[in-house]
């Protein structure tokens, strides 16, 4: 097994550190391990969070509302304020911290501190970077290997998004969508797919794809790029890695090398599916316990990450095995009157098509009912006709206006250009959020499936819809 080297001390930088949007699954993870490492933290936030009441019992203080002398909540100054992209220049305590000198650091940065003296695995990709980085923390931990890790998303095992691990090795979700993820310097580098996405930040597609080529220029000269190659983009990027000089393990249908994964069958089953793998001339079994062929390929994925970061490859697939899935990624919520209700994140054009194809093997003879809300208005409108038919894999689909987070409304961009391009389904387009639940109560039947499906509030009407089934069936 590759020795691991020896975790370093906490960043100055970052022993008395202040997180403007604590409550954030990114700052929140930064959070969780700062604390554990012993740090002093305190944080704000514009709302409550669930996340609040661990990081306060691990001794953050954090004020709900945002003000200057929130930075001054202990005896001493911060010794840096941490920011996502999201954070504006106006923010009163960034303001305050600007006026003060105080080092301000962005999220990615104060994560590539705390990775330093670990070896480091980065998991990037347009769709699938959550569900293989929690795979491999996952597989990693069955192996005992106690890796540190920050993830998107919840674990389902652990309810947690981040942690300190004393295995001298940290697994994290490598964000490309402000191109936040060139601050790492990972020594293994997985990559998904690279489809156009984050246009609003990017501009165009060819700097889309370009950011991700600046990605694996950052990879450690001595470490290896892990990457799907039945993506064409994603193939490109192995291409240019081995014109560089750097070592690539590709997996999938069309990775037939030495040292790759070649995927020769997936088959879906009631708990997941399996996927068959060639691996060093030898075939491999992976079970996976989470639907949809997508799925099953993450699992490749991490697999061979797994492996470079000096792990068993049984252990790793009986790891693999053992995932039980992300908050927010095809979760289960409950069943009444016969009606199954799941909650997904899905919100490119891409991931919708994936999941719902797994939802289909999912739902049997049953009708699937999709309720999705699209994401950002520069994504809607560049994509409303992907959605569409990608939708149209649904019996019975609901569209909710937009959810534009962080933009601003645009004139004309509304939840029904997705819901006019959707072809193959019947079709609901119901902008006001309060009606949706008594809507979804009156189109299912016994036996079908529901996803709420989006980035956005969408996923408060998982449970409002079983309450309302639940009423209606007493």
Do not use: W
């Amino acid at each position: 097994m590759t020795e691991t080297p020896t975790v370093r001390e906490l960043p100055e930088v970052l022993r008395r550190p202040h997180l403007i949007g604590i409550g954030g699954a990114g700052m929140s993870g930064i959070a969780r391990i700062l604390l554990a490492r012993g740090a002093r933290v305190s944080g704000s936030d514009a709302k409550d969070s669930r996340a609040f009441l661990t990081l306060r019992a691990q001794g953050a203080r954090i004020e709900v509302g945002q003000r200057a002398e929130n930075l001054d909540v202990f005896d001493d100054a911060p010794s840096a304020i941490v920011v996502s992209t999201a954070i504006k220049e106006s923010n009163p305590e960034l303001a305050a911290a600007r006026e003060r000198d105080i080092p301000v650091l962005h999220r990615a940065e104060a994560l590539a501190a705390l990775m330093e003296g670990h070896r480091v695995a980065c998991i990037a990709g347009t769709h699938g970077k959550t569900s293989t980085t929690s795979m491999l923390t996952v597989a990693l931990q069955h192996c005992r290997l106690d890796p540190s890790f920050a993830i998107g998303g919840d674990l389902n095992e652990s309810g947690a998004n981040a942690h300190h691990g004393e295995g001298g090795i940290f697994v994290a979700e490598a964000d490309e969508s402000d191109g936040s993820f060139l601050s790492y310097t990972p020594s293994v580098a997985v990559v998904t797919n690279v489809e156009p996405d984050h246009l609003d930040h990017h501009g165009t597609a060819e700097a889309y794809h370009q950011v991700f080529t600046e990605f694996v220029r950052r990879i450690d000269p001595d470490g290896v790029l892990v990457v799907c190659v039945d993506d064409p983009a994603a193939a490109d990027l192995a291409t240019f890695a081995d014109g560089i000089g750097l070592r690539v393990r590709r997996y999938g249908r069309a990775a037939t090398g030495d040292g790759d994964a070649h995927v020769v069958d997936y088959r879906p089953s009631e708990d997941g599916g399996v996927v068959r793998v060639v691996l060093g001339g030898e075939e491999l079994e992976v079970r996976v316990a989470v639907p949809g062929e997508h799925m099953a390929f993450n699992a490749v994925g991490a697999l061979l990450a797994g492996l470079e970061l000096g792990a068993d490859p049984t252990a790793l697939a009986e790891g693999l095995a053992a995932f039980g899935g992300v908050r927010r990624r095809f979760e289960y919520k409950g069943r009444s009157a016969d009606v199954r209700v799941y909650d997904d994140y899905a919100h490119h054009p891409t991931e919708v098509e994936a999941q719902l194809r797994a939802v289909r093997q999912a739902a049997g003879s049953g009708r699937v009912v999709v309720v999705f809300q699209p994401h950002l208005y520069s994504r809607t409108k560049a994509f409303a006709s992907e959605f569409g038919e990608a939708l149209g894999l649904a019996d019975e689909v609901v569209v909710l206006d937009v959810y534009g987070a962080r933009e601003d409304p645009e004139p004309g961009v509304t939840g029904e250009l997705v819901a006019s391009r959707v072809r193959g389904a019947n079709v609901h387009y119901e902008p006001a959020f309060d009606r949706v639940v008594p809507l979804v109560a009156d189109l299912v039947k016994p036996g079908d499936l529901v996803v709420t499906m989006g980035a956005g509030d969408v996923t408060q009407l998982g449970p409002e819809v079983l309450a309302e089934l639940d009423r209606r069936d007493h």
